[in-house]
């Protein structure tokens, strides 16, 4: 199951251990490092329909935006994507106002990883838990087939009603990584077609 992995922190080079790990336990060849967060969010929004885990530094010396600014940035933009919240101090030492608190932990697909007190099987746990999801979710569904199933990318899978416009399904798998509303009305579409494809099978 390959997968984009992106580091956001202005602290971390190519060679730190954690992401050396991460890359040769899971296998993993696309791999990037931002120190800066303008530039790592810009990335990451410019990679949405690429399966991709984001890790993410809490805090940024001398930068406007911090953890929680490209957290909300992202949110606006799809909420499938992967994100990992990260802390090189205890989170015991962290000052973090109550708003700001509950926002990270109502946000989907989300996980926090302390690198003070974390260890490299802490951060493969949730990284497992991931690729988990990741194997019921139908974006990634849709992915795995394309893959097999190449001569399906260019089929058409859909039109639009309003404008005739038609998808194909590599469009569509686009659609839903970024989260569009041609994605979010032809998952709900397919989701209600297969429920009743269920409940007819039944009679």
Same mark, same amino acid.
């Given at each position: ?11 971390? /080079? ?7 790990? @991460?890359? +040769?336990?899971?296998?993993? *060849? ?7 967060? *303008? ?13 991709? @885990?984001?890790? +993410? ?37 962290? /000052?973090? =106002?109550?708003?700001?608190? @509950? ?12 690198? =003070? ?13 991931? &690729? ?18 190449? #001569? ?10 309003? =404008?005739? &416009?038609?998808?194909?399904? #590599?469009?569509?798998?686009? *659609? ?18 297969? +429920? ?8």
């Amino acid at each position: 199951m390959d997968f984009k992995l992106v580091f956001i922190d202005d602290n971390l /080079s190519m060679k730190e251990p954690l992401i050396q790990h @991460i890359r +040769i336990h899971f296998d993993i *060849e696309d791999y990037n490092v931002f120190q800066d967060p *303008e530039e790592g969010l810009e990335y990451v929004l410019n990679n949405l329909n690429k399966r991709m @885990i984001v890790f +993410i530094d809490r805090n940024f010396d001398g930068y406007s935006k911090q953890g929680l600014n490209l957290l909300k940035e992202i949110r606006n933009q799809t909420s499938l994507l992967y994100i990992v919240m990260m802390s090189a101090n205890p989170l015991s030492d962290i /000052s973090v =106002s109550s708003q700001d608190l @509950i926002e990270m932990m109502n946000s989907e697909n989300f996980f926090y990883f302390d690198r =003070s007190n974390g260890s490299f099987e802490d951060v493969d746990i949730i990284i497992n838990s991931i &690729k988990k999801q990741w194997s019921v979710k139908f974006d990634c569904v849709l992915e795995d087939w394309l893959l097999r199933h190449p #001569e399906d990318n260019k089929k058409e899978a859909f039109t639009e009603t309003d =404008s005739g &416009k038609k998808y194909t399904w #590599e469009d569509i798998l686009i *659609e839903l990584r970024q989260q569009t509303a041609i994605g979010k009305s032809f998952e709900k579409k397919l989701n209600q077609y297969y +429920i009743h494809l269920l409940n007819r099978s039944k009679k």
